[in-house]
């Protein structure tokens, strides 16, 4: 019944097994990719017709997981997933990248790949074996794809590289850094790192790509068993390579005249006006045909070649020069930290909030739940490029901007025992000509050293781009958005003046050497060093205190068996504390306690309150209480947090008292001397010998009259003695 075929490998240090032709027979590609026991299953479906006036490759990746994949049944109302994680959407983006470019130029079928979660070992993150079952699905499926491709994860642990550490070792690991590429060169680079030089990163790529060679091999030699028959290729029409030519003809001089303008929206408003003249000239001469593919195309021959002709930019700029930079801080009064970067055409502003342990993110991921105390959301309005369009929730793009630019910064961030904040920064892209994510980088940098955030040192980054020809090739720094659009490459660098903390490449092309690589690494610390100095204008560290308007924390260490005390049955006692003082207040397991508060007044008080809980009774010292309870022997009172004593009815006052609510009654406040304790360990406490008006010890005084009592013979004291 089953045409089944399986190919493994030594991968790393566990077995990598590969089988098709059992599950999901249906789609044109299908493979079961395992690693470890982590499963995922790969599909690979395409449209055998392009529709009719498709101008772009329409090829959507979906990567999901299953909770049952993990042993667990999903959290919330709804017991089944919903809507993609933040995990599934990175993932997602990490299989799209490398696999895109190798669709041939002009391919217009929909194309869909789904990647499923079917088991998680916990140890073995199934991105890198989700990227290599797509491909192997694509491989196999017969849709024109130009692959294989494969990918691997790289750590650095003791100054060496490790080859798919797992999660376990990564807690160790100064990088985490995937990469993906065919048999030629890299196509994909998404890293994480503790500010690790040039040499240290770009060895890792090569590591990487060294490494997943045979997997490469090991999906050739099961496509060889299992791969369908190839679609046929659409090749180019005598008549389309005509309407080219001819629109070349129209269009050169005015295109290239179009693109000398610097400025981004009189550049467009020309190239506009080309367009125009293009679609005119065709329909007056009677010739009919598709132009947009041809015309993005001349476009990109123009820019190309004017730029490894000349040396120079759209712009003016030389391949080396960073666009004018001014950074700005503290420019919303009530926002704990601000700040407005602009670059160029490109703007983001960044802004910082502090809160508590409460505001932390709670994530229920596969590997188990856990808590986040550092957001970075990314928003880019569509008046930020001049265009108006649709609002709403955050796409993949932005998502994926956040989370580079969030790797970029996580590094340098101090720990919760340096510093008990959440910390969120939401970044605005005002405006938008070259890398915003790079830009959301250097705000973000800025907004939290503006919100008293002690960064270890301030973070920059900076986007590099390709123009690659056969007769040679430019690497360029900080790219404008027409030369993202036209260009081979978007190499984004992000890190400090001691080294990268975040390392992410994409590829147009079917790779790129690593000379090529080398010469963009090297070229981008130049430019990362000189925005580090523009960004120094503003603010080098982080500001002495948070903003007045920022909570206020303050951190004691009680008892672990106190935490009891403090919470109360039901939380009883912590939420009267919160109520009374409107302090916000966190207990961790350990006896930590930080308690927060915008006044510090209130925190002293939240504080006060907590270290009467867990204080000991001291014999000989005095305290404020309040009488919770009377009764025929004496009145308990609560005086130090959440502990009671008896007062006996002989300690109340000096001198005989016939009925305790004589002295005292329930809700008065009194001032009591620790005595002792009774066998039972509960506290004796004495009202008498303490001066309730000011709080002072009368022992001796209590004392002197009662001896002179005694020696006059027969006194008051015998008496009330007898009468008892």
Same mark, same amino acid.
């Given at each position: 019944?089953?045409?089944?075929?399986?190919?493994?490998?030594?991968?790393?240090?566990?077995?990598?097994?590969?089988?098709?032709?059992?599950?999901?027979?249906?789609?044109?590609?299908?493979?079961?990719?395992?690693?470890?026991?982590?499963?995922?299953?790969?599909?690979?479906?395409?449209?055998?017709?392009?529709?009719?006036?498709?101008?772009?490759?329409?090829?959507?990746?979906?990567?999901?997981?299953?909770?049952?994949?993990?042993?667990?049944?999903?959290?919330?109302?709804?017991?089944?997933?919903?809507?993609?994680?933040?995990?599934?959407?990175?993932?997602?983006?990490?299989?799209?990248?490398?696999?895109? $470019?190798?669709? @041939?130029?002009?391919?217009?079928?929909?194309?869909?790949?789904?990647?499923?979660?079917?088991?998680?070992?916990?140890?073995?993150? @199934?991105?890198?074996?989700?990227?290599?079952?797509?491909?192997?699905?694509?491989?196999?499926?017969?849709?024109?794809?130009?692959?294989?491709?494969?990918?691997?994860?790289?750590?650095?642990?003791?100054?060496?590289?490790?080859?798919?550490?797992?999660?376990?070792?990564?807690?160790?690991?100064?990088?985490?850094?995937?990469?993906?590429?065919?048999?030629?060169?890299?196509?994909?680079? /998404?890293?994480?790192?503790?500010?690790?030089?040039?040499?240290?990163?770009?060895?890792?790529?090569?590591?990487?790509?060294?490494?997943?060679?045979?997997?490469?091999?090991?999906?050739?030699?099961?496509?060889?068993?299992?791969?369908? /028959?190839?679609?046929?290729?659409?090749?180019?029409?005598?008549?389309?390579?005509?309407?080219?030519?001819?629109?070349?003809?129209?269009?050169?001089?005015?295109?290239?005249?179009?693109?000398?303008?610097?400025?981004?929206?009189?550049?467009?408003?020309?190239?506009?006006?080309?367009? #125009?003249?293009?679609?005119?000239?065709?329909?007056?001469?009677?010739? +009919?045909?598709?132009?947009?593919?041809?015309?993005?195309?001349?476009?990109?021959?123009?820019?190309?070649?004017?730029?490894?002709?000349?040396?120079?930019?759209?712009?003016?700029?030389?391949?080396?020069?960073? !666009? @004018?930079?001014?950074? +700005?801080?503290?420019?919303?009064?009530?926002?704990?930290?601000?700040?407005?970067?602009?670059?160029?055409?490109?703007?983001?502003?960044?802004?910082?909030?502090?809160?508590?342990?409460?505001?932390?993110?709670?994530?229920?991921?596969?590997?188990?739940?856990?808590?986040?105390?550092?957001?970075?959301?990314?928003?880019?309005?569509?008046?930020?490029?001049?265009?108006?369009?649709?609002?709403?929730?955050?796409?993949?793009? +932005?998502?994926?901007?956040?989370?580079?630019?969030? !790797?970029?910064?996580? @590094?340098?961030?101090?720990?919760?025992?340096?510093? $008990?904040?959440?910390?969120?920064?939401?970044?605005?892209?005002?405006?938008?000509?070259?890398?915003?994510?790079?830009?959301?980088?250097?705000?973000?940098?800025?907004?939290?050293?503006?919100?008293?955030? $002690?960064?270890?040192? $301030?973070?920059?980054?900076?986007?590099?781009?390709?123009?690659? +020809?056969?007769?040679?090739?430019?690497?360029?720094?900080?790219?404008?958005?027409?030369?993202?659009?036209?260009?081979?490459?978007?190499?984004?660098?992000?890190?400090?003046?001691?080294?990268?903390?975040?390392?992410?490449?994409?590829?147009?092309?079917?790779?790129?050497?690593?000379?090529?690589?080398?010469?963009?690494?090297?070229?981008?610390?130049?430019?990362?060093?000189?925005?580090?100095?523009?960004?120094?204008?503003?603010?080098?560290?982080?500001?002495?205190?948070?903003?007045?308007?920022?909570?206020?924390?303050?951190?004691?260490?009680?008892?672990?068996?106190?935490?009891?005390?403090?919470?109360?049955?039901?939380?009883?006692?912590?939420?009267?504390?919160?109520?009374?003082?409107?302090? #916000?207040?966190?207990?961790?397991?350990?006896?930590?306690? #930080?308690?927060?508060?915008?006044?510090?007044?209130?925190?002293?008080?939240?504080?006060?309150?907590?270290?009467?809980?867990?204080?000991?009774?001291?014999?000989?010292?005095?305290?404020?209480?309040?009488?919770?309870?009377?009764?025929?022997?004496?009145?308990?009172?609560?005086?130090?947090?959440?502990?009671?004593?008896?007062?006996?009815?002989?300690?109340?006052?000096?001198?005989?008292?016939?009925?305790?609510?004589?002295?005292?009654?329930?809700?008065?406040?009194?001032?009591?001397?620790?005595?002792?304790?009774?066998?039972?360990?509960?506290?004796?406490?004495?009202?008498?010998?303490?001066?309730?008006?000011?709080?002072?010890?009368?022992?001796?005084?209590?004392?002197?009259?009662?001896?002179?009592?005694?020696?006059?013979?027969?006194?008051?004291? !015998?008496?009330?003695?007898?009468? /008892?």
């Amino acid at each position: 019944m089953f045409n089944h075929f399986r190919k493994e490998i030594d991968f790393g240090g566990r077995k990598l097994v590969l089988e098709t032709g059992k599950i999901a027979r249906q789609a044109d590609g299908s493979v079961l990719a395992t690693y470890g026991e982590t499963v995922v299953l790969c599909t690979a479906v395409g449209v055998r017709t392009a529709k009719p006036g498709q101008d772009f490759f329409p090829l959507t990746v979906n990567y999901q997981e299953k909770t049952f994949a993990a042993g667990k049944i999903p959290g919330g109302f709804f017991k089944r997933e919903g809507r993609p994680t933040e995990k599934e959407v990175l993932t997602s983006r990490i299989i799209d990248r490398p696999i895109r $470019p190798l669709f @041939p130029h002009g391919f217009r079928n929909e194309v869909q790949v789904v990647a499923t979660v079917l088991s998680h070992d916990l140890e073995n993150d @199934p991105d890198m074996v989700s990227l290599i079952g797509c491909s192997a699905a694509l491989t196999l499926s017969g849709i024109p794809f130009f692959g294989p491709v494969a990918g691997a994860r790289v750590g650095w642990i003791d100054g060496a590289y490790v080859l798919n550490p797992t999660a376990e070792q990564m807690k160790d690991s100064k990088l985490d850094l995937v990469v993906a590429g065919t048999t030629e060169g890299v196509l994909m680079v /998404e890293s994480e790192a503790q500010e690790l030089p040039e040499d240290v990163m770009l060895g890792a790529v090569t590591f990487g790509h060294t490494a997943f060679q045979p997997v490469i091999e090991m999906i050739i030699s099961l496509a060889e068993l299992a791969a369908k /028959e190839p679609w046929a290729l659409v090749e180019e029409t005598e008549e389309h390579k005509a309407l080219a030519a001819h629109v070349d003809r129209i269009a050169r001089t005015q295109l290239t005249e179009a693109y000398t303008e610097k400025l981004k929206q009189a550049r467009q408003e020309k190239v506009g006006a080309v367009k #125009k003249l293009v679609a005119t000239t065709l329909a007056h001469e009677g010739v +009919e045909g598709d132009t947009k593919g041809i015309f993005k195309e001349l476009e990109a021959d123009v820019v190309r070649n004017a730029i490894l002709d000349t040396g120079l930019r759209i712009d003016g700029r030389d391949t080396k020069t960073v !666009r @004018p930079i001014i950074a +700005e801080v503290g420019i919303l009064p009530r926002a704990h930290g601000s700040a407005l970067f602009t670059r160029g055409e490109t703007q983001a502003l960044c802004v910082a909030t502090l809160g508590t342990a409460q505001d932390e993110q709670v994530i229920d991921a596969l590997e188990g739940e856990y808590r986040e105390n550092f957001m970075l959301h990314y928003n880019f309005p569509p008046y930020s490029v001049g265009e108006a369009g649709r609002m709403g929730s955050p796409g993949r793009r +932005e998502i994926g901007h956040g989370k580079l630019a969030w !790797r970029a910064i996580h @590094p340098l961030l101090p720990g919760k025992d340096k510093f $008990p904040y959440t910390m969120r920064v939401v970044s605005e892209i005002t405006e938008s000509n070259g890398s915003s994510s790079m830009a959301t980088v250097c705000g973000t940098s800025l907004a939290l050293m503006d919100a008293g955030v $002690p960064l270890t040192r $301030p973070v920059a980054g900076i986007a590099m781009g390709l123009i690659k +020809e056969d007769r040679g090739f430019a690497v360029l720094s900080d790219i404008l958005g027409d030369e993202d659009f036209l260009g081979d490459m978007d190499f984004k660098v992000a890190g400090t003046e001691m080294g990268i903390t975040s390392l992410q490449m994409d590829i147009k092309i079917t790779s790129i050497t690593p000379e090529i690589m080398k010469v963009a690494l090297d070229q981008a610390k130049g430019g990362r060093l000189h925005i580090l100095g523009e960004m120094a204008k503003a603010l080098t560290s982080g500001r002495d205190d948070v903003a007045a308007t920022a909570p206020k924390i303050t951190i004691i260490q009680v008892p672990k068996e106190k935490i009891r005390d403090i919470i109360g049955t039901g939380g009883k006692v912590i939420r009267e504390i919160v109520e009374n003082t409107g302090a #916000k207040i966190d207990i961790d397991d350990d006896g930590t306690v #930080k308690v927060a508060a915008s006044d510090d007044a209130k925190a002293q008080a939240a504080i006060a309150w907590i270290r009467g809980i867990v204080a000991e009774p001291e014999i000989g010292q005095i305290y404020t209480g309040k009488v919770v309870k009377t009764a025929d022997f004496g009145a308990f009172v609560n005086f130090l947090g959440a502990k009671d004593g008896l007062v006996h009815i002989s300690e109340l006052q000096q001198g005989r008292v016939n009925k305790t609510t004589d002295v005292v009654n329930q809700g008065d406040t009194v001032k009591v001397k620790v005595l002792g304790f009774d066998d039972r360990g509960k506290v004796k406490l004495s009202m008498r010998v303490v001066d309730q008006a000011t709080g002072a010890d009368i022992t001796e005084q209590v004392g002197a009259k009662a001896g002179g009592g005694r020696e006059g013979g027969g006194g008051r004291g !015998r008496g009330e003695d007898a009468a /008892e």
